[in-house]
């Protein structure tokens, strides 16, 4: 089994930055999936960012050119930098996991909050 542990989350004013990261740990075969989704109060849970093993990248509307994905193949962890933050970026921030092989798997981490003060 997989398991993920989300850290950097935290309290930021409007405009400033944070960097949330994501380790995996357990059986981790070569080609999988991490990213991030978040969920504000009230809201469905949508995707901010995911990037392949290969380093393939796809963002949510509303945080291109702001949030940047990354990874570190080697240590399995992934990472958001956050800039430009905005009060409507509130939220809890997931992590998650998708590898296809040897079989599907699907892991989420336990959330870690972001607040943006305006």
């Known amino acids: 089994q997989v398991q993920l542990v989300e850290s950097g989350g935290g309290l930021v004013q409007a405009g400033g930055s944070l960097r949330l990261s994501c380790a995996a740990s357990?059986?981790?075969?070569?080609?999988?999936?991490m990213g991030w989704f978040r969920q504000a109060p009230g809201k469905q849970r949508e995707l901010v960012a995911r990037?392949?093993?290969?380093?393939?990248?796809h963002y949510g509307d509303s945080v291109k050119g702001r949030f940047t994905v990354s990874r570190d193949n080697a240590k399995n962890t992934v990472y958001l930098q956050m800039n430009s933050l905005k009060p409507e970026d509130t939220g809890v921030y997931y992590c998650?996991?998708?590898?296809?092989?040897?079989?599907?798997?699907?892991?989420w981490g336990q959330g870690t909050l972001v607040t943006v003060s305006s």
């Open positions: 990037i392949t093993t290969d380093r393939s990248t």
């Open positions: 357990g059986i981790i075969f070569g080609v999988n999936v």
């Open positions: 998650n996991f998708v590898s296809d092989y040897p079989r599907h798997l699907e892991v």
